[in-house]
C-alpha cells in the first residue's frame, strides 16, 4: 500500500529525522537542566516545569519515528519502482506486487493512524492531570520552597532555555514550511514552550534580584500550572476536531500535539503579517506603507533598547517598606547608599527611598524567612516563628488528647526517669544500687520560640541566605534536648512547667550569643513557650491510668475529709473546737496515767475540757447539758422525798396514833379510789347484792356537761 502524502525523496526525511533527532537531545539536556536545579534550589515552578518539558521528549520521540519510517516508506518505494521498471517483478517466485510488499508503507499509515493519537491523548492527560494536581497542591499548603537564595541561577538558567529554545523553534519552523517537513511544526512548538517557561524563571528572577520583587517568584507555579492544563485541553480539543477536519489528498496528517498558539510565537512573522492585513482591513487604507509605520518599524530597536535601558536604570531605585530592613551589597560587599532619602543605619537601610548603583553592581537584600512550616515573609521587624520540638497541631479548633495523633512528624524528646523518692534512696544498700539503673523515657513537647531581626547586618553575617533559620533552628533544637535531658519526666510533665520557659530563653539567648564571633545573631527572643507536653501515643494510656489513680486517691481523701468535717461538726460544732478538745482530752490522759483521776490536776483540766463541750454545742454538748439538767432534777427530786420524810417523822413523834390512823385512811382511799363502795349497816343479817354488770360509761348522763368528752 503506497502512502499518498510521502511525497519527498529518502533524503528530504533523513533530513528531518536528523533534526528531530537533535531536537530530542536539546529538549533532554533542557529537561534534566530544569530538573537538577528544582532538586537543588527546591523550586516549585521549575519542579512543574521539569515535568512540561518532559513531555515535549515524547513529542520530539515521535517525530524522530514518523520521520524515519518516512525514509524507510521511501526507499521502499525506490526499491519497488526500480523493480517494476527492470521486470523483476515478473520473475518474483511469489508473485507479490502492490501493497503486498509495502510494509514499510503500513507501518507509517499504522503510525498515524494509532501511535500519534495515543500519544497525544497520553500527553494531554499527563499535562492536564499534573498541572491541575500542582495547582492544587500550591493552594492547599503555604510553606513550600519560593527560596530567593537560588534567583540568580534561576535568572541564568532561564535565559539559556529561552535563547535556546526560541532559536532552535524558528529553525524548526522555518524547515517545517517544506510540505514534507509540516509535522516539525509540533517540535517547534515545544521549543517553544521550552523558551516560555524559561522566560517565566528568568523574569521571576531579575525580578527577585534586581528590583527585590518577590510576587512573580509566588505566583509562578501557578503561571506554569495553568500553562500545562491549557495546552492539555488544546491537544483534547485538537483530538476532537481532527475527527470532522476534511483533508485534501497527500496532504500528511497534523498532529493533535502540534499547538496553533505556540505555532504562532515559533514564526512572529507570520503574527506581524496578519495584525498588517487586519488593520489594512479595518481602516480601508494600506496603514503599513505610511510615514508613521514605517518610521515606527525603522525605530522599533532603538525604542525597545530605550526601554530596556530605563528599566535597568530603574534598577538602582530601592524602595524599603515600613515593615523592613535591608542591606546595599556592591560588589557582593555591604555598603551605603549612594544617596538616601529615607533611614540610613549602621550597615543597613530603613524605611524610605534609597539610590544604589545599577544592576548586576548593586543589589538590595532582606533577610528573607525561608521554610519552617511558614509563609514566607519579607520583613525584619515582623514576629517570626521557630518550632523547636514537636510540631503545633493541625487543628487547632480539636482538643488535644495524648491517645491521638494530633499533628505531622511529632518529635519526641529523651527525659529522664521519675525522680526517686527519699525513703527509696534511705533503704541504701546493694538494693537501691542496683534499682538505680539508668533509664530513658521519652515525651513529646512544643517549644515556639518568637523572635525579631533587630541587626540586619549580623543576622546576614552569621549564615548564608536561605540557611539562617535552619542553623537557628538546629542550634536551638539543640539546647533543647540537653535541657530536657537534665530533666525527669514528672518534672516536665508538672513540676517544672512554669521554670522551663524562663531557663531555655536564657540558655538559647546564651546560645545565639556566640554567632558572629560573639557578637550574636542580630536577633531578639520575644518569647519561649513550653506547651502540649505529652507522653507518646502508645504508651498515654497508661499514665492516664496512673493520673486516674491519682485523682480517685485525691477523691477518696476529699471524701474522708468532709466526713471528717460533717462528724466534727455534728460532735462539736466546729472542726477548730473539736481539734481543740481532743489536745485537752489527750492531756487530760496523760494527767490521769501520771497522778490518777483524783488530783487537782486532772479535776480542772475535766473542768477545762467539760466547758469546752458545753461552749461547743454539738452532739456531746447537748448530752452533757441533758445529762447536767437529769442529774439536777434526780437530786431535787431525792432532796425533796428527804425533807417528806423528815416532816413525817416529826408528826409521828408528835402523835404517834393520829400518824398511823391518817396513814391508813389515807392509804385506804386510795385504794378504793377506782373501786365501787356500799355501805351496809353492822346489824344486817343477811345481805343480798344484785349486781348489774353493766359499764356505767355505756350511756351518756344527759345532765352531765361534760358526759361523752372521755369517749371522744
Known amino acids: 500500500m503506497t502512502h499518498p502524502m510521502s511525497k519527498g525523496d529518502y533524503l528530504t526525511y533523513r533530513k528531518a529525522a536528523a533534526t528531530s533527532m537533535t531536537g530530542l537531545v536539546i529538549q533532554l539536556i533542557l529537561t534534566l537542566t530544569v530538573f537538577f536545579y528544582a532538586r537543588v534550589a527546591g523550586d516549585a515552578a521549575a519542579a512543574a516545569a521539569s515535568v512540561f518539558l518532559l513531555t515535549g521528549v515524547l513529542v520530539w520521540g515521535v517525530l524522530l519515528l514518523v520521520f524515519d519510517q518516512h525514509r524507510r516508506e521511501r526507499i521502499e518505494a525506490m526499491e519497488a519502482e526500480q523493480l517494476a521498471v527492470s521486470g523483476a ?82 529553525f524548526v519552523s522555518g524547515m517545517a514550511k517544506v510540505n514534507a517537513w509540516a509535522n516539525l511544526r509540533a517540535g517547534a512548538t515545544t521549543s517553544v514552550a521550552a523558551a516560555l517557561v524559561g522566560l517565566v524563571l528568568a523574569v521571576g ?31 483534547v480539543l485538537n483530538l476532537l476536531l481532527d475527527v470532522y477536519r476534511p483533508r485534501k489528498p497527500g496532504e500528511l496528517p497534523r498532529p493533535a500535539f502540534d499547538s496553533r498558539f505556540l505555532g504562532l510565537l515559533a514564526a512572529p512573522d507570520r503574527i506581524a503579517e496578519n495584525v498588517g492585513e487586519a488593520v489594512n482591513y479595518q481602516f480601508g487604507i494600506d496603514v503599513t506603507s505610511s510615514w508613521f509605520y514605517q518610521l515606527l518599524s525603522k525605530w522599533i ?40 532619602f529615607g533611614e540610613e543605619g549602621d550597615g543597613d537601610v530603613g524605611p524610605g527611598l534609597h539610590i544604589k548603583w545599577p544592576w548586576p553592581f548593586s543589589t538590595y537584600e532582606t533577610p528573607v524567612l525561608v521554610g519552617g512550616g511558614d509563609e514566607q515573609m519579607r520583613t525584619t521587624t ?32 529523651i527525659v529522664q526517669p521519675e525522680r526517686s523518692t527519699e525513703e527509696d534512696d534511705a533503704s541504701g544498700g546493694e538494693n537501691a544500687s542496683t534499682n538505680t539503673v539508668a533509664e530513658l523515657s521519652l515525651v513529646a513537647v512544643e517549644v515556639p520560640v518568637h523572635y525579631v531581626v533587630r541587626n540586619v547586618k549580623l543576622f546576614d553575617q552569621f549564615a548564608a541566605p536561605g540557611q539562617r533559620e535552619q ?47 560573639g557578637q550574636g545573631a542580630g536577633i531578639e527572643i520575644l518569647f519561649v513557650g513550653v506547651n502540649g507536653v505529652h507522653p507518646p501515643m502508645r504508651v498515654a494510656p497508661s499514665f492516664e491510668r496512673v493520673i486516674s489513680a491519682r ?17 466534727l461538726t455534728e460532735v462539736a460544732g466546729s472542726v477548730e473546737l473539736a481539734e481543740q478538745i481532743s489536745e485537752e482530752l489527750v492531756e487530760l490522759d496523760a494527767i490521769r496515767r501520771e497522778q490518777g483521776n483524783l488530783s487537782d490536776a486532772y ?30 432534777v434526780r437530786h431535787m427530786s431525792e432532796r425533796g422525798q428527804a425533807s417528806l420524810l423528815q416532816g413525817q417523822q416529826q408528826a409521828y413523834l408528835a402523835a404517834p396514833e393520829l400518824y398511823r390512823s391518817k396513814m391508813y385512811f389515807d392509804a385506804l382511799a386510795e385504794a378504793m379510789r377506782e373501786s365501787r363502795v356500799y355501805l351496809t349497816p353492822a346489824e344486817l343479817e343477811s345481805l343480798l347484792v344484785r349486781l348489774e354488770l353493766q359499764d356505767k360509761q355505756a350511756g351518756t348522763d344527759v345532765f352531765d356537761a361534760e358526759a361523752g368528752e372521755a369517749m371522744q
Open 551 to 567: 485523682q480517685n486517691r485525691e477523691s477518696l481523701i476529699e471524701e474522708a475529709r468532709k466526713s471528717q468535717i460533717k462528724m
Open 205 to 235: 528572577g531579575f525580578l527577585e534580584l534586581a528590583l527585590s520583587m518577590d510576587q512573580v517568584i509566588s505566583i509562578r507555579p501557578y503561571i506554569i500550572s495553568i500553562g500545562m492544563v491549557a495546552y492539555g485541553v488544546e491537544i
Open 603 to 632: 479535776i480542772e483540766s475535766e473542768l477545762r475540757v467539760q466547758r469546752l463541750l458545753e461552749r461547743a454545742g454539738g452532739e456531746s454538748g447537748e448530752l452533757l447539758l441533758g445529762a447536767n439538767a437529769n442529774r439536777w
Open 471 to 517: 542553623m537557628l533552628l538546629q542550634v536551638g533544637r539543640r539546647i533543647v534536648t540537653q535541657y530536657l535531658g537534665e530533666l525527669a519526666i514528672d518534672e516536665v510533665l508538672a513540676t517544672h512547667r512554669t521554670s522551663m520557659p524562663m531557663e531555655l530563653k536564657a540558655r538559647l539567648d546564651a546560645a545565639y550569643g556566640q554567632f558572629n564571633d
Open 382 to 413: 515582623g514576629v517570626r516563628v521557630l518550632h523547636l520540638a514537636s510540631n503545633p497541631p493541625n487543628n487547632e479548633n480539636t482538643p488535644i488528647l495524648w491517645t491521638e495523633s494530633h499533628t505531622r512528624g511529632e518529635r519526641l524528646n
Open 301 to 340: 530597536m532603538a525604542f525597545i533598547a530605550i526601554g530596556i535601558g530605563i528599566g535597568w536604570l530603574m534598577s538602582s531605585l530601592v524602595v524599603v517598606e515600613p515593615h523592613e530592613r535591608g542591606l546595599i551589597l556592591t560588589n557582593g560587599e555591604i555598603s551605603k547608599p549612594v544617596y538616601s
Open 89 to 170: 517483478s515478473a520473475a518474483s517466485a511469489f508473485e507479490n506486487t502492490g501493497d503486498e510488499m509495502r510494509l514499510a508503507a503500513r507501518r507509517l499509515a499504522l503510525i498515524y493512524k494509532w501511535i500519534v493519537p495515543a500519544v497525544a491523548i497520553l500527553l494531554a492527560a499527563i499535562n492536564i492531570w499534573v498541572g491541575f494536581s500542582r495547582f492544587r497542591f500550591y493552594q492547599s499548603i503555604e510553606d513550600y520552597s519560593n527560596s530567593s537564595s537560588h534567583a540568580g541561577w534561576a535568572l541564568a538558567i532561564g535565559i539559556a532555555l529561552a535563547v535556546v529554545g526560541f532559536v532552535f523553534a524558528r
